[in-house]
Structures are given as structure tokens and as C-alpha cells.
Antibody
Framework: DVQLVQSGVEVKKPGESLRISCKGSGYTFIDYWIGWVRQKPGKGLEWMGIIYPGDADTRYSPSFQSQVAISVDKSIATAYLHWSSLKASDTAMYYC????????????WGQGTVVTVSS | EIVLTQSPVTLSLSPGERATLSCRASQSVGSHLAWYQQRPGQAPRLLIYDSSIRATGIPARVSGSGSGTDFTLTISNLEPDDFAVYYCQQLTGSFGQGTKLEIK
């Protein structure tokens, strides 16, 4: 089965750093873009950015450009989303997804990672 | 940055009826538009990409149309599982704000 499996629930304090992961299986990982999507409680979907595992080409939404970093380790078919200093406003569900049509048309989604930032 | 505006915000219909959802882009996206369904507590599911191509496993009663700046998702003969939130997404990534399809 083609799937993306994300790392588990995170509870952090403001100012802490965090990296969450997204592991692909069942397909050629380097051939498809992997995007990250934020969803705050009760709100809509926000496209954060995307990475191409083949060459680590990375693009960000202007809203997230300086807020997060996206990386990949193609040797273990895993993409990452990283924060250097979390804020309470980062509390959300984060999804990774595979881009069927490069930056959009996400056909495979991870199960989501809940991140809670609270003092 | 391209902005997508979905309408209506909420659509109240009964099972068996037809739903028509709209998505308008602030500038042309050609035919590069996708639609998703999200049920409570679940990840989004791709329904349509490239404006009108159904994703794997999506029934023929779900259809998409449009090009340029105006797009439509149509769901015929509504079933109970269709009542959910629907999002559009364009080629550079951004999503619309969503349309909630609720049971009347």
C-alpha cells in the first residue's frame, strides 16, 4: 500500500524546538513532491510548503517562509517539518501529503500530527 | 499570491439532491485546480484534480468543471457520507477557505 506515516503527538513549551516526520512507503519516494499542510482547530487548510525528495528543491508559502524549515532524508524516505522556536499560535494539526501534480493535487495524506504548544 | 474564494460558505441540502460548489481564483490558474473532501476527524481526501479528473475510487456522481478563474464541483444524488467540508486548491498550493455541506 502507498502510504505516508507521520510521527506522533507532540506537547511542547513556547520557545522550544521541534521536528516532526513523514515517512513514505509503497512507492518511489524521490519521484513525488511532499507538501505540508496546517489545520488549526476548527479552521481550514493552509499550504505551508513543499519539497522534492529527488533533489531537495524546497518552496514555502510566504506566510510560512521564515517560520518553519522543510527537509528530507531520501535514504530513509522521510520528510521533516522543523521549528526552531515554537509559539502558542503553532498549535495545530499538521499533515504531510504527496503531490500528484507537483505542488497541488495531494493524493496521499499522512494521518496528521497534533502539535500543542502551551506553557 | 493567488487567492481562492469558495461559495457558499455553508450549503444545506437533503440526501438525494444535487450540490453545486464554487471556487473562484484571483488570477487564472488554467485547469490546475483540485477539490478535496474532509470529514470530521479525518485527513482530506482528493476528489478531483486538473479541474475535472476524478481521483482513484471517486464515483462518477462527483464531477468538476471550469478553467481560468471559475470552477465548480458538482455532487449528484447526495448520500449521507457526502456531508462534509470541501476545499479547492490551485497549482501553486493555496487552498480556499472551504464550503461546509450540511444536511438540511
Amino acid at each position: 500500500d502507498v502510504q505516508l506515516v507521520q510521527s506522533g503527538v507532540e506537547v511542547k513549551k513556547p520557545g522550544e524546538s521541534l521536528r516532526i516526520s513523514c515517512k513514505g512507503s509503497g512507492y518511489t519516494f524521490i519521484d513525488y513532491w511532499i507538501g505540508w499542510v496546517r489545520q488549526k482547530p476548527g479552521k481550514g487548510l493552509e499550504w505551508m510548503g513543499i519539497i522534492y525528495p529527488g533533489d531537495a528543491d524546497t518552496r514555502y508559502s510566504p506566510s510560512f517562509q521564515s517560520q518553519v524549515a522543510i527537509s528530507v532524508d531520501k535514504s530513509i524516505a522521510t520528510a521533516y517539518l522543523h521549528w526552531s522556536s515554537l509559539k502558542a499560535s503553532d498549535t495545530a494539526m499538521y499533515y504531510c501529503a504527496r503531490g500528484l501534480r507537483s505542488w497541488y493535487g495531494f493524493d496521499i495524506w499522512g494521518q496528521g500530527t497534533v502539535v500543542t504548544v502551551s506553557s | 499570491e493567488i487567492v481562492l474564494t469558495q461559495s457558499p460558505v455553508t450549503l444545506s441540502l437533503s440526501p438525494g439532491e444535487r450540490a453545486t460548489l464554487s471556487c473562484r481564483a484571483s488570477q487564472s490558474v488554467g485547469s490546475h485546480l483540485a477539490w478535496y473532501q474532509q470529514r470530521p476527524g479525518q485527513a482530506p481526501r482528493l476528489l478531483i484534480y486538473d479541474s475535472s479528473i476524478r481521483a482513484t475510487g471517486i464515483p462518477a456522481r462527483v464531477s468538476g468543471s471550469g478553467s481560468g478563474t471559475d470552477f465548480t464541483l458538482t455532487i449528484s444524488n447526495l448520500e449521507p457520507d457526502d456531508f462534509a467540508v470541501y476545499y479547492c486548491q490551485q497549482l501553486t498550493g493555496s487552498f480556499g477557505q472551504g464550503t461546509k455541506l450540511e444536511i438540511k
